[in-house]
């Protein structure tokens, strides 16, 4: 069971307060400077705004966070729900006061790496190049596209580096996307997991812990998982397999939601299909662990009973289990 956590407005006031201000966290143009990010420390703010001191200290929180594999879910430089979990997370890893804010302890934790919070990318010929389309929102029309890739450039960068395409333009406010131009990214990393000893799914808390073979809990996502209508199937149960770049088998007699006049049908995959880009199956006929079209939404919203993970979580936990993985999926 979780702590009982104070209410979020409390919980938001006190990170602005605990959270350390950045020197110069706006350039000579008021935008949120990089350089300021990577240099936030425990420090007293001196002639910049508190605002944006505070997003710098979040961004380089959130980035650190996804490093450690205590995921934000999206990297947006804000502080939410899934920053707050996150942040719990890592401390109750690291023996630390659950407070759920970046205190001093906690950041001196983060701090273990010292690596820039923000780097410079330069795109590729492959970044840039597509081909991007629109996705439509109904089903049936969905099996009618070959593939169901990117829709821009800038949500295939936003996937690449766990962040969201708002804060990627906030960063590069006048940077062009081409091939050869150079853009500050979040440094994140793709570093190996360890194998999983089992994978817990915490209804409570809205997330998905990975535990290694010693039972200590080495990473954490944030997740949506189940809703009224068809709840998260609590209980034990094994991974089955693993399916990457899956095709989704649409039947609407699985949906309490589907459209009447709809019939079978096969979605092609790709990073915008219903499923993400990797499909974790469950001994549980029908349900999955998988990533999702719409990062922003993880962790904030209801699912059709199965747990929808970011693409990029989905991926880094699908390369940790096996088939014969215990899922524990708890109240």
């Known amino acids: 069971m979780c702590a009982q956590r104070p209410h979020r407005g409390w919980a938001l006031a006190c990170a602005l307060a605990l959270l ?9 143009a008021g935008r949120l400077a990089p350089a300021a990010v990577n240099d936030v ?22 980035v650190l966070l996804d490093r450690a594999h205590f995921s934000p879910g999206e990297i947006d430089g804000g502080f939410g729900s899934n920053t707050r979990r996150a942040i719990e997370g890592f401390q109750r890893s690291r023996d630390l006061e659950i407070t759920g804010v970046v205190d001093e302890a906690t950041w001196a934790a983060l701090n273990a790496d010292s690596a820039d919070a923000l780097i410079g990318y330069p795109l590729t010929d492959a970044d840039v190049a597509g081909p991007f389309s629109k996705i439509p929102a109904d089903m049936v029309d969905k099996a ?11 949500e295939a960068l936003g996937e690449r580096f766990h962040a969201s395409p708002k804060l ?3 960063l590069n ?17 793709d570093a190996a997991l360890p194998k999983a000893g089992k994978v817990v799914v915490d209804k409570s808390d809205s997330v998905v812990m990975l535990v290694d073979e010693s039972g200590k809990t080495v990473a954490q996502w944030p997740a949506s998982m189940g809703s009224s209508h068809d709840p998260l199937p609590l209980g034990e149960w094994t991974i089955k397999g693993v399916a990457s770049e899956p095709t989704f088998h649409y039947n609407p007699e699985l949906f309490w939601d589907a459209d009447p006049a709809h019939s079978k049908a096969e979605i092609a995959p790709g990073p915008n299909n219903p499923v993400g ?16 079209p719409e990062p922003s939404t993880i962790g904030k919203t209801q699912s059709h009973g199965c747990i929808r993970m970011t693409n990029w979580s989905a ?10 993985t215990l899922a524990v999926l708890q109240p």
């Not at 070959?146 to 450039?153: I, V």
């Not at 091939?179 to 979040?186: D, E, H, I, R, S």
């Not at 991926?315 to 014969?324: D, F, I, R």
């Open 277 to 292: 880009v990797v499909w974790i199956d469950l001994s549980k006929p029908h349900y999955g662990i998988h990533g999702t």
């Open 20 to 28: 350390p201000a950045a020197v110069l966290a706006q350039d000579s």
């Open 144 to 154: 009618k596209l070959d593939t169901l890739g990117y829709t821009s450039a800038i």
């Open 41 to 62: 420390r425990m420090v007293t703010a001196v002639g910049a705004d508190a605002g944006n001191q505070s997003k710098a200290a979040i961004l380089r929180a959130q």
């Open 315 to 324: 991926l880094a936990l699908s390369k940790a289990v096996a088939p014969g």
């Open 173 to 189: 406010p006048d940077t062009k996307l081409q091939a050869g131009v150079t853009w500050q990214v979040p440094n994140v990393s």
């Open 168 to 170: 990627l333009r906030e």
